[in-house]
């Protein structure tokens, strides 16, 4: 069983930075693609950004930018690094870890961008 462990999130105001950590289990990390979704309330799941395990990168088009999304495969870690964050960015995020028919979530953490 794979657990996944998110932390870095908290409160910014607009056009502040944070940086968000995924800490895997097991030894899957290496080879599933790592995504970022957020949720803000009334709103659905949607993908920030992924990476394979070969380090391809893909970005919704609202953190083109601003965001990036990296691993490291040695440390089983994942990290989502925002800068120039909005009040829209306001939201719980996740990790995700998927691949053979498998997905798995963590807990989640908040981010609020609020002055």
């Known amino acids: 069983q794979v657990q996944l462990v998110e932390s870095g999130g908290g409160l910014v105001q607009p056009g502040g930075s944070l940086r968000l950590s995924c800490a895997a289990s097991g030894s899957i990390f290496g080879i599933y693609v790592m995504g970022w979704y957020r949720q803000a309330p009334g709103k659905q799941r949607e993908l920030v950004a992924s990476?394979?395990?070969?380090?391809?990168?893909n970005y919704a088009d609202s953190v083109k930018g601003r965001f990036t999304i990296s691993r490291d495969n040695a440390k089983s870690t994942g990290y989502l690094q925002m800068n120039s964050l909005k009040p829209d960015d306001t939201a719980v995020y996740y990790c995700?870890?998927?691949?053979?028919?498998?997905?798995?979530w963590g807990q989640g953490t908040q981010v609020t961008v609020s002055s």
């Open positions: 995700n870890l998927y691949g053979g028919g498998h997905a798995y």
């Open positions: 990476i394979t395990s070969s380090h391809s990168t």
